[in-house]
């Protein structure tokens, strides 16, 4: 551990990056140099599912677009503007 901190370092963080890049209700913030992921619990029902996430930073997105967020209108009624 103590010997070789930095590749110990680099194993870790592939290991979460790829851990939240698998997983579909887990999204890394888009928030400028943010480097927290933002985790949902609720099902994917778009009838029911609030899209607007906020991060441990307090950077606020949409979940599905990763676009600022843009409640209640969708996403793709949002780029519109």
């Known amino acids: 551990?103590?010997?070789f901190?930095?590749?110990l370092s680099k194993y870790r963080k592939r290991l979460i990056d790829s851990y939240v890049n698998s997983n579909p209700n887990i999204k890394w913030c888009?928030?400028?140099d943010c480097t927290s992921a933002v985790r949902i619990t609720d099902a994917m029902d778009?009838?029911?599912f609030v899209t607007q996430v906020r991060c441990p930073a307090g950077?606020?997105?949409c979940f599905l677009c990763?676009?600022?967020a843009h409640g209640p209108a969708e996403c793709d009624?949002?780029?519109m503007w």
């Open 77 to 79: 009624l949002a780029k």
């Open 46 to 48: 778009l009838q029911g």
């Open 5 to 7: 901190p930095e590749i």
């Open 30 to 32: 888009p928030g400028t």
């Open 59 to 61: 950077h606020e997105f």
């Open 66 to 68: 990763n676009d600022e």
């Open 1 to 3: 551990d103590a010997e």
